[in-house]
C-alpha cells in the first residue's frame, strides 16, 4: 500500500499559549478510511485544517502525495488544494445561489482567476457536476436554491462539491453533527461508497464514536492535541476509548456490540 | 442580607435619576432656556404655522424651478451614495475579517470608516466650501465622504456576518482570492449591502437639504432663498416637495428590498 499522507512531529501553537496539537504523528494509505476521535478542544478540527493548510501548522513536517505541504508557494497551494476535498459541519454553501452553482465551485481551483471570477465552466465540468448530482440523489433539485434543500441535501451538495474537484483525499470535519440520524446514515454510506468504489481517501473527524467504529478501517484517538490512540476498530477495548476522552467507565453513551463491527 | 441586596439596588436606581435630572436643570440654567416659555411657544408657533407656512398660487408658479432643483438634488444624493458604496466595498474587503488581506489594510479601512463617519455631514460641507466654494461638487462631496464612511462600516460587517462559511469553502477549493470574493462573498451579501445602499441614497436626501443650505446648491439653496425673502408660501412648498420626495423614494427603496431579499 502507498502512503498519500504522513505527518511527522506536526504541532500548531495558536498565539503564545494555546497548544492545540502537539508533535502529531501518523500516516495515512491510500484508499484507507480513517477517523479522528476525541473530545471538543482536543484538537481535531485543527488537525484536518493543517492537512491542507488552512491553517499554517507551527512545526513539523506534513507530506502529502510526493509533496511537502509546508513549503508550497502560493500558486503551488493552490494546485495542491484541488488535490483535497473539504467537508464541513455547516454545509459552508453559497446558499443564495443554486445546487449547480455550489457543487461547480469545486472547479474554482483549476482556473485562472478571470475565468474563476466570472465562473466560466465547460461543458465538460457542467456534466461532471450532473452526473455527481445524481449519483447523490440530487437530481430534481439541480437548479434550486440551496437555502431551500434539507441539511442531509445540503451535505450532499458539499460531497458532490469536493468529489469534482477529482480530489485524492476528503477531509471531514464533523459532517454529521448537524444532522438526525437517518440523514446521517446516508451520509456517512455516501462517504463509504467514494471510498471503496471510487478509491478516494477520507478522513474525518467524528463525534459518535459508534459511527466511528462501524464505518472505519483506522481510527486515531486525539486527547489534548496529542494522539493517544491509533488501530483497527474492531480489537478497540473499552479503556480505550475511555482513555481518549478521558471519561470513566459507564459515563459515555456507546455500544461495543459484535455487530457495530461490521463494516457496510 | 436579602434585604440589603435590594434596597442597595434601589439606591442606586433613585441616585441616578436625581443625578440626570441636577443635569438637566443645570444644562437649562447654563443655557438660560425658559422651560415654561419654550412649551408655550408651541402652540404659537404651530398657529404662525397654519397662517403663514402653506402654498399659495404664487408659489406653485415656482413649481417648475422647485421641481428642476429637488431633481438635481435626489441625481446628487443617488451619485454620491452610489460612487461611495464601490469605494466603500473595497475598503470592506480589507476591512472585513474574512476576506482581509492582512491586519495593516485591516486597519486602516476601519480607520478611514471611523474618520469619514463621525465628522458631520455639515462640517464636511463647511471644510469642503474652502475648496469647491459654493457648488453642487461641494455638496456631492459632502454626502460622498459621510455615506462612505458609514457604508464602509455596514458593508464591512454585513461582508463578516454573511460570508464567513462559504469563503472557508472556496479557499479550500484552491480558488483564487479574487474567485472566493466574486463567487461566495458577492452573491451572499449582494442583497444586503444594496439594502444599505438605498438606505444610504435615503438618509443622503434628508441631509441633502441640509447641506444645501449651507452649500447654496440644490434644493436646499432655493428653501434659504425664498426663507430670506419672507416667501414662506414657496418655502413651505419646497418643504412639502422634499416630504413628497422622501416618501416616494422611501416606497420605491422598499418594493426593491422585498424583490431582492
Ligand atoms: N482560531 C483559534 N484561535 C485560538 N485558539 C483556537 C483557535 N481555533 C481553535 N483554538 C483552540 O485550539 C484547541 C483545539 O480546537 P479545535 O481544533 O477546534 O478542537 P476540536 O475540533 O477537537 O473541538 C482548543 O483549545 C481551541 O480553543
Ligand atoms: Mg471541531
Known amino acids: 500500500m502507498t502512503k498519500l499522507l504522513?505527518?511527522?512531529?506536526?504541532?500548531?501553537?495558536?498565539?503564545?499559549?494555546?497548544?492545540?496539537?502537539?508533535?502529531?504523528?501518523?500516516?495515512?494509505?491510500?484508499?484507507?478510511?480513517?477517523?479522528?476521535?476525541?473530545?471538543?478542544?482536543?484538537?481535531?478540527?485543527?488537525?484536518l485544517r493543517c492537512i491542507n493548510r488552512m491553517i499554517d501548522s507551527t512545526s513539523g513536517e506534513i507530506n502529502f502525495d510526493g509533496q511537502a505541504v509546508q513549503k508550497l508557494n502560493k500558486k503551488a497551494l493552490r494546485q495542491f488544494r484541488t488535490k483535497i476535498g473539504m467537508i464541513f459541519q455547516h454545509y459552508n454553501l453559497v446558499d443564495r445561489l443554486t445546487v449547480f452553482e455550489n457543487v461547480l465551485h469545486g472547479r474554482?481551483?483549476?482556473?485562472?482567476?478571470?475565468?474563476?471570477?466570472?465562473?466560466?465552466?465547460?461543458d465538460?465540468?457542467?456534466?461532471?457536476?450532473?452526473?455527481?448530482?445524481?449519483?447523490?440523489g440530487l437530481e430534481s433539485q439541480v437548479y434550486k436554491r440551496c437555502d431551500q434543500l434539507?441539511?442531509?441535501?445540503?451535505?450532499?451538495?458539499?460531497?458532490?462539491?469536493?468529489?469534482?474537484?477529482?480530489?485524492?483525499?476528503l477531509l471531514c470535519d464533523e459532517p454529521i453533527a448537524s444532522?438526525?440520524?437517518?440523514?446521517?446514515?446516508?451520509?456517512?454510506?455516501?462517504?463509504?461508497?467514494?471510498?471503496?468504489?471510487?478509491g478516494i481517501t477520507v478522513m474525518v473527524n467524528l463525534h459518535q464514536v459508534d459511527v466511528a467504529l462501524k464505518y472505519s478501517d483506522r481510527?486515531?484517538?486525539?486527547?489534548?492535541?496529542?494522539?493517544?490512540?491509533?488501530?483497527?476498530?474492531?480489537?478497540?477495548?473499552?479503556?480505550?476509548?475511555?482513555?481518549?476522552?478521558?471519561?470513566?467507565?459507564?459515563?459515555?453513551?456507546?455500544n461495543l456490540s459484535e455487530e457495530s463491527h461490521y463494516v457496510g | 442580607m436579602l434585604d440589603n441586596f435590594f434596597l442597595r439596588k434601589r439606591l442606586k436606581l433613585s441616585l441616578l435619576i436625581v443625578l440626570i435630572l441636577a443635569i438637566t436643570y443645570g444644562a437649562i440654567l447654563i443655557a438660560e432656556y425658559d422651560i415654561i416659555k419654550g412649551f408655550t411657544s408651541i402652540p404659537e408657533a404651530f398657529v404662525w404655522g397654519v397662517q403663514n407656512f402653506y402654498p399659495d398660487a404664487n408659489a406653485f408658479s415656482r413649481l417648475p424651478n422647485i421641481l428642476n432643483k429637488l431633481i438635481e438634488t435626489v441625481l446628487i444624493s443617488v451619485a454620491s451614495a452610489s460612487t461611495a458604496a464601490i469605494l466603500a466595498f473595497l475598503f470592506a474587503i480589507l476591512g472585513s475579517h474574512t476576506t482581509r488581506i492582512n491586519g495593516f489594510f485591516a486597519s486602516i479601512s476601519r480607520l478611514f470608516a471611523t474618520l469619514f463617519r463621525n465628522i458631520d455631514v455639515a462640517v464636511w460641507s463647511m471644510i469642503l466650501l474652502f475648496s469647491f466654494g459654493q457648488s453642487a461638487l461641494t455638496g456631492y462631496f459632502a454626502l460622498f465622504f459621510v455615506s462612505f464612511g458609514f457604508?464602509?462600516?455596514?458593508?464591512?460587517?454585513?461582508?463578516?456576518?454573511?460570508?464567513?462559511?462559504?469563503?472557508?469553502?472556496?479557499?479550500?477549493?484552491?480558488?483564487?482570492?479574487i474567485s472566493t470574493i466574486t463567487n461566495a462573498v458577492v452573491p451572499s451579501s449582494a442583497p444586503q449591502l444594496i439594502s444599505w445602499l438605498l438606505f444610504m441614497i435615503e438618509t443622503n436626501i434628508r441631509s441633502a437639504t441640509l447641506v444645501g443650505i449651507l452649500t447654496g446648491t440644490g434644493i436646499g439653496f432655493l428653501f434659504d432663498l425664498y426663507y430670506k425673502s419672507l416667501d414662506y408660501h414657496s418655502a413651505?412648498?419646497?418643504?412639502?416637495?422634499?416630504?413628497?420626495?422622501?416618501?416616494?423614494?422611501?416606497a420605491l427603496s422598499n418594493f426593491i428590498r422585498r424583490v431582492i431579499l
Not at chain 1, 124 to 136: F, G, P
Not at chain 1, 150 to 168: D, F, H, N, T, Y
Not at chain 2, 171 to 177: E, F, I, K, L, P
Open chain 1, 179 to 198: 444532522l438526525d440520524p437517518n440523514a446521517s446514515k446516508v451520509i456517512m454510506d455516501y462517504l463509504q461508497t467514494i471510498c471503496k468504489s471510487m
Open chain 1, 124 to 136: 465538460e465540468e457542467k456534466r461532471q457536476a450532473l452526473e455527481l448530482l445524481s449519483i447523490l
Open chain 1, 150 to 169: 434539507s441539511g442531509g441535501q445540503k451535505q450532499r451538495v458539499g460531497i458532490a462539491r469536493a468529489l469534482v474537484q477529482k480530489p485524492k483525499l
Open chain 1, 6 to 47: 504522513e505527518l511527522q512531529g506536526v504541532s500548531k501553537t495558536y498565539g503564545k499559549n494555546t497548544v492545540a496539537l502537539s508533535e502529531i504523528n501518523f500516516s495515512v494509505n491510500e484508499g484507507e478510511f480513517v477517523s479522528v476521535i476525541g473530545p471538543s478542544g482536543a484538537g481535531k478540527s485543527t488537525l
Open chain 2, 236 to 250: 413651505s412648498l419646497v418643504v412639502i416637495m422634499v416630504v413628497i420626495a422622501i416618501l416616494a423614494l422611501e
Open chain 2, 151 to 177: 457604508l464602509t462600516r455596514a458593508f464591512t460587517e454585513t461582508i463578516d456576518e454573511v460570508s464567513n462559511d462559504s469563503v472557508e469553502a472556496l479557499r479550500a477549493t484552491g480558488a483564487s482570492y
Open chain 1, 108 to 122: 474554482l481551483g483549476y482556473k485562472s482567476t478571470l475565468a474563476g471570477a466570472f465562473g466560466f465552466y465547460t
Open chain 1, 219 to 254: 481510527v486515531i484517538g486525539i486527547s489534548k492535541g496529542e494522539v493517544v490512540y491509533q488501530g483497527d476498530p474492531r480489537f478497540m477495548k473499552e479503556e480505550e476509548i475511555h482513555h481518549i476522552y478521558g471519561s470513566e467507565a459507564g459515563e459515555l453513551i456507546f
